[in-house]
């Protein structure tokens, strides 16, 4: 069974499970002092549902980098990877994984059922890893037009306040103070430049309903994970 989620929508009807899973479902945390066993028990009872869906699922440890992980159909199982902010799978079959508690679940969806999610915090939107991983579906023949977008649970920009040098990196442009950032704002005006006409941002913020979610900000060591998945 799976955990409970917040459901993306607009995707379901692409035959494409896309979720982020709450604080009542548990925290996918492996790195906190939380008992190993309960957590890795999450994780577990995860995967095999999702094998109930899928012959594959891939995780990887988020390091707020630019790597993207391309997954072929040539392996079935649970695959840990052991660094990566962003996975792609170009056919059906796998069912994509990160974990997140202020960033940015950005989730990517083609009608022909190849599925993207990245991980996208504050350096991963400076240093482009949205056009990275836009750019590897065009590899793989799938026009940006095309392309569904939805940027799950996140800090909001009301949430989120940035150094003077990191608003620079994000926005091109310079502050005298501390500012506030809208990361899934700057990765929606992004995605558009891109060419993607389709894009949709949750109304949650990990911050403000962090009575439903994990957020860093606020102090949580926990995190919630996100999924995609086309059968």
Known sequence: MLPDREAVPDFAALGVEAFTTTRDAGSFNTGTPAPVAEVIG????????????????????????????????????WLRVPS??????????????????????????HPSGAVALLHSGWRGTAAGI???????????????????????????????EVSPEVYGQLTGRSVAAPTHADLRALLAARAQ???????????????????????????????????????
């Open 84 to 109: 990566a902010d962003g996975q792609v799978a170009p056919a059906r079959g796998t069912a994509l994984t990160i974990t997140v508690a202020d960033c940015v679940p950005v989730f990517i969806a």
């Open 130 to 160: 949205l056009d990275r991983g836009v750019q590897l579906l065009m590899r793989h023949g799938y026009a940006t037009g095309e392309l569904i977008i939805h940027l799950g649970p996140a800090v909001c920009g009301d949430c989120y």
């Open 42 to 77: 999450r994780w577990y009872s995860l995967v095999d549902a999702l094998t109930d869906l899928v012959p594959r699922v891939a995780t990887a440890r988020q390091v707020h980098g630019t790597r993207i992980i391309v997954h072929e159909a040539a392996w079935e199982g």
């Open 193 to 231: 430049a891109l060419g993607v006409r389709h894009i949709t941002t949750s109304p949650l913020c990990t911050r403000c309903h962090n009575d439903r979610f994990y957020s860093h900000r606020a102090g949580d060591t926990g995190r919630q994970v996100a999924v995609i998945a086309a059968p």
